[in-house]
């Protein structure tokens, strides 16, 4: 269904104010899923609303890096999964092995109902916990929209993230263009990562359109893990 103007203007606002309660360096992480608890039944009408198309953005990104004919081999964790559109845009594109890591229930629980994962891991990613999947585990790791200013995924926890990944297995963030700030924080940490020989990077870029509501921009990380 197309969006008028004065829905897109009030989605907008929305949004922002959303982002302002949700997002803001006060936020913390309960904050924030309370926040995803009462976002759950209407997430992914919201993005489809204002034309966000992060989860086939980053489903193709990972596809650019395998073969149709491998695909199906291919084993992949979507850490912070949300409602699951990542996994079915990856289903879609002929993988099958897909895991889902998400620490809200609720949106988890959508994902569920729908079958968009083999395997379903309710947890959190942080610097302080250690996760309960293996080393080298998976041929990729997708993480898509699942940066913030606060009270979401850390940049540091992607140190930890990356121990999950196979040698010679992918990296594949999708996220919006963050404060100066806090996108310098994931930089360095994708440097240090990279200095310190774990990962290398295969593309880093920013693009226009992340949602066409707010005029937000996009960025794309990928990296091959060493």
């Known amino acids: ?5 004065e829905q897109k203007l009030k989605l907008r606002e929305a949004i922002l104010e959303n982002r302002e309660k949700y997002e803001g360096n006060n ?12 976002l759950a039944e209407k997430y992914e009408e919201q993005l489809l609303n ?3 198309r992060t989860h086939e953005i980053t489903a193709e990104t990972v596809a650019d890096l395998y073969p149709s004919d491998v695909r199906d081999k291919v084993k992949i964790l979507d850490v912070g999964a949300g409602t699951g559109m990542v996994g079915s845009a990856l289903r879609g594109l002929r993988f099958k092995h897909i895991d889902a890591l998400e620490p809200n229930p609720n949106m988890l629980g959508k994902a569920k ?4 994962y083999e395997t379903y891991f309710i947890e959190s990613v942080n610097p302080e916990e250690s996760s309960s999947i293996k080393n080298g585990t998976y041929d990729a790791i997708t993480m898509c929209a699942t940066l913030a200013e606060a009270g979401h995924i850390p940049p540091e926890a992607i140190k930890g993230i990356v121990r999950m990944v ?15 700030e806090t996108l310098n924080d994931i930089d360095a940490v994708m440097d ?4 310190d020989k774990k990962m290398i990077k295969v593309t880093r870029k920013v693009w226009p359109g992340y949602n066409e509501v707010t005029g937000d921009f996009g960025i794309t990380w990928v990296y091959r893990v060493l």
């Not at 269904?1 to 103007?5: H, V, Y």
């Not at 040698?167 to 100066?180: A, E, H, P, Q, T």
């Open 27 to 38: 936020m913390t992480f309960s904050k924030s899923q309370k926040y995803y608890d009462m």
């Open 50 to 52: 204002a034309n966000v």
């Open 192 to 195: 240090s990562l990279e200095a």
């Open 166 to 180: 196979k040698k010679g297995g992918y990296m594949v963030i999708v996220n919006r263009v963050l404060k100066d």
């Open 113 to 116: 109902l729908q079958n968009r």
């Open 1 to 5: 269904m197309d969006t008028t103007e």
